[in-house]
């Protein structure tokens, strides 16, 4: 399949420090990201917004070229890097389906195994969350129902990679407890089905329901996090309320094709771990209603390595066809 390339410049040049970054290394012309999407969606506003922050804090001096592919594949982006071993003039955005998508499609030729990592940047948080006048206080309020009403609750949710039913089936697990998860497709639809009473809980990311927190339409009841979420201090997480859990990281990083350079690697190891101490990454985080997690190309990988494990063990029972 033909994939349509946009091209788009974003140029910005260092003054000061410049690269100060692994001084042994310098790029030598431009670096190509590879983004799984079109412009405007999500990876693509990612990288866009990386590139400004590295601009504003004067960090780098090489123009970005920022591939784009108009029809949002995973494994069109993962086999870009893939198929340009040992170049360390590319990088590409990382998304949580970058774990999931080849497990899934056979079409994927490659998984993350044959990438390199680079650095991981932030988690997406999740929280559950109920119609306002819902009876449940706390996700163990609603574990307790299920547990006498199995049949009765449903969760809205998505697909079975999608990482709020990945959740869902996690909190089963480890409960022990069962109640339906209802694959929806948009989130608008999600909230619909939840405020009609046809689905009792919902998983989302904080910055999906900012209005309907604020209006008081939806109640927040756990946070599917380590610790507690910046944005929301006050609500416990599902280990306070004693729910154990398996930690399922939705994050985004920057990865790179296999082969490349243990130099290269160290320059973008010490240029983001400046970016992410600027006030411009940390008013980002912010504003998005992200969590910072910042994790070297070692420890990455092993991040990786657990998620993808994890991800693969939870498809194989919720009955999904693994295909690698």
Same mark, same amino acid.
């Given at each position: ?9 974003? !140029? ?10 692994? +001084? ?5 012309? $431009? ?44 494994? @069109? ?20 389906? @970058?774990?999931?998508?080849?497990? =899934? ?11 390199? $990592? ?10 559950? =969350?109920?119609?306002?006048?819902? $009876? ?18 449903? +969760? ?61 339409? !939806?109640?927040?009841?756990?946070? =599917? ?55 411009? @990454?940390?008013?980002? !985080? ?5 969590? $910072? ?8 990988? +092993? ?6 494990? =994890?991800?693969?063990?939870? !498809? ?9």
């Amino acid at each position: 399949m033909r994939a349509f390339l946009t091209m788009i410049w974003l !140029l910005f040049f260092a003054l000061g420090a410049g690269e100060a970054p692994a +001084q042994s290394f310098r790029h030598n012309g $431009p670096i190509e990201v590879a983004i799984q999407s079109g412009s405007g969606g999500g990876a693509d506003v990612f990288a866009r917004t990386i590139a400004r922050i590295l601009e504003k804090e004067k960090l780098l001096s090489q123009p970005l070229r920022v591939v784009n592919n108009s029809r949002a594949a995973v494994p @069109w982006a993962m086999a870009y890097l893939a198929e340009r071993k040992g170049n360390d003039h590319v990088i590409g955005i990382f998304t949580d389906a @970058w774990v999931a998508t080849p497990l =899934l499609r056979e079409d994927a030729k490659y998984t993350v195994k044959d990438l390199t $990592p680079l650095v991981h940047l932030l988690l997406q948080p999740s929280i559950v =969350l109920v119609k306002a006048d819902s $009876p449940y206080a706390t996700l163990k309020d609603f574990i307790d129902a299920a547990k006498k009403s199995p049949a009765r609750l449903k +969760q809205g949710g998505g697909p079975a990679q999608a990482v709020e039913t990945q959740q869902g089936l996690l909190i089963q697990k480890a409960t022990g407890v069962k109640w339906e998860i209802v694959s929806i497709s948009k989130k608008p639809a999600k909230i619909a089905d939840l405020l009609s009473g046809n689905s009792q809980i919902i998983i989302q990311e904080p910055s999906h329901v900012t209005d309907e927190l604020k209006s008081g339409t !939806l109640r927040a009841i756990a946070a =599917l996090t380590e610790k507690r979420i910046s944005s929301l201090p006050n609500l416990s997480t599902a280990r306070e309320q004693g729910v154990e859990i398996p930690f399922l990281a939705n994050g985004r990083g920057i990865m790179a094709p296999p082969g490349i350079s243990k130099e290269a690697i160290e320059f973008w190891e010490e240029l983001f771990s400046r970016m992410v101490k600027t006030p411009s @990454w940390r008013k980002y !985080l912010e504003e998005t209603r992200v969590e $910072p997690y910042f994790l070297k190309s070692r420890d990455f990988g +092993q991040l990786l390595d657990q998620q993808s494990a =994890l991800m693969r063990s939870n !498809l194989q029972e919720a009955g999904a066809k693994v295909v690698r």
